[in-house]
């Protein structure tokens, strides 16, 4: 395992995406991009907390504005409004993942995190983000959840249910809209944050309060464990040839003297599934 960057605030939220890795340190307010010598470069300012990043096929960032309830594009002239979700939750929006359709689904945990307690959370929703801006909850019921991933095909969305301890999947009509949700992973007494899926159709979980990422196939069979010194709160499968694997980690509920977020590295044998078909162009 190597270290590709560290002394972030509170890295989350990783992409590979047009040759380099992209992510979000929450903790700086910034979105920025490292390479593979570790040279970064920021290249938005988030524009709330959490503030998590996907992208639309033209190549624009797409940032969820978490306290506002919006979407924003950042194109040239600077981010706008892609997508008012204000009416649909007054809680905050977490993750976001955009299909090869310009659709974007964005989740919401449903309570006002960290006021909300572990043991009694509220339940989360899925909303979907059509190409126009158009915003409709398409899945309710959902405990804490965090990162999603979609199948190469586009058929199938998969979410992390932090609160549940299990990955759910929902099969995705043509029209955007997702059917009944049922369990794709009972992942026992894991806590799931970020996903990503790699090309045998297996997903690596990162869990933060086991200090670990997990790889594991379709019904919970464990196929590979890491073990870092802190928490793992996200992932993503990139480099040239898909098979490093990008782990954001840092430390959760320590002091520590200096920022303590790392964005960490290790060669995996099965390169990502890139489910987007977009992020290796």
């Known amino acids: 395992m190597d270290i590709l960057l560290e002394h972030l605030a509170f890295p989350e939220s990783p992409r590979w995406y047009d040759g380099r890795l992209w992510l979000a340190d929450w903790g700086a307010g910034e979105a920025l991009t490292v390479d593979a010598a570790g040279r970064r470069e920021i290249v938005a300012a988030l524009p709330s907390f959490p503030s998590c990043l996907d992208f639309l096929t033209d190549g624009r960032l797409l940032l969820v504005d978490a306290d506002r309830g919006r979407l924003l594009a950042v194109g040239p002239e600077g981010p706008v409004q892609h997508a008012d979700l204000s009416e649909l939750s007054e809680h905050p929006w977490n993750e976001v993942v955009v299909d090869a ?6 989740d919401n945990i449903g309570f006002a995190f960290p006021d909300g307690e572990p043991g009694d959370p509220a339940p989360g929703t899925i909303a979907l983000v059509g ?6 909850t398409v899945a309710e ?10 199948t190469p095909d586009g058929g199938t969305l998969l979410v992390a249910e932090s609160y549940a301890s299990r990955i759910s999947a929902f099969t995705v009509a043509p029209d ?34 086991h200090r670990r990422a997990v790889r594991v196939a379709a019904g919970g069979e464990v196929l590979a464990r890491i073990e870092l010194d802190r928490g793992c709160f996200s992932c993503a499968l990139g480099g040239p040839d898909g098979r490093t694997l990008f782990l954001v980690a840092n430390r959760w509920g320590e002091e ?9 590295t290790v060669r995996v044998p099965v390169a990502g599934a890139d489910p987007d078909r977009r992020r290796t162009r």
């Open 176 to 209: 955007g809209g997702l059917g009944t949700r049922r369990t794709w992973a009972d992942l026992g007494d894991g806590v799931p944050d970020g996903i990503c899926l790699d090309a045998t159709g297996a997903l690596w979980y990162a869990d933060v309060p």
């Open 256 to 264: 520590a003297a200096e920022p303590a977020g790392r964005v960490l």
């Open 131 to 136: 190409p126009d801006g158009a915003a409709r």
């Open 141 to 150: 019921g959902l405990m804490f959840p965090n990162g999603m991933a979609l």
């Open 101 to 106: 359709q310009d659709r974007a689904y964005v």
